[in-house]
């Protein structure tokens, strides 16, 4: 990374390296400016529209007379109410994925996670430590949230 000096009237900050290497430094830059592109509200749109499916069905569940009928819109709605848990699962996959490439098992960025999400990702990768991240000693994590504020927490392997 090439940064002009201070005094200079140049803005152009210059990226060298092989072309994953740039691309990874341009999203980091991008990422840390907060101007990066987070489609986490796009790609979690199928279920969060999943799971007001799954409320309407509820609703006209529980107003429903007929014991059959409301069994059976119960029936309905547990079904879209899973099906909506399995997109969000996918969701998550595809946001971790878009966050994480060009990165090593050293790092993870959980930005656009839920906390439960981040946190069965992290034991994950923590479960297939191998032995380039055990000789480091750290694992750095980017959290995507104030409500889950680990300050950017380095988790020390033992």
């Known amino acids: ?20 290497a740039v691309k990874h430094a341009q999203r980091r830059i991008l990422d840390i400016c907060g101007m990066s592109e987070d489609n986490s509200s796009q790609v979690r749109g199928k279920a969060q529209a999943l799971f007001d499916e799954a ?3 509820f609703k006209a569940a529980k107003a429903e007379n007929s014991k059959q009928e409301k069994d059976r819109l119960y029936k309905l709605a547990h079904a879209k109410k ?3 848990h399995e997109a969000n699962k996918e969701a998550a996959k595809q946001i971790f994925k878009a ?33 380039d991240l055990r000789s480091k000693k750290l694992l750095s994590l980017t959290n ?5 504020d680990l300050h950017g927490l380095q988790v020390c392997i033992v």
């Open 55 to 57: 409320d309407k069905l």
């Open 82 to 84: 899973a099906e909506a």
């Open 99 to 131: 966050k994480n490439s060009g990165y090593g098992n050293d790092q993870m960025d959980l930005h656009g996670l839920q906390v439960k999400e981040a946190v069965e990702i992290v034991t994950q990768r923590l479960a297939l430590v191998d032995a």
């Open 144 to 148: 995507g949230n104030d409500q889950m």
């Open 1 to 20: 990374v090439v940064v002009p000096k201070r005094d200079s009237n140049s803005e152009d900050v210059i990226l060298k390296g092989p072309p994953d």
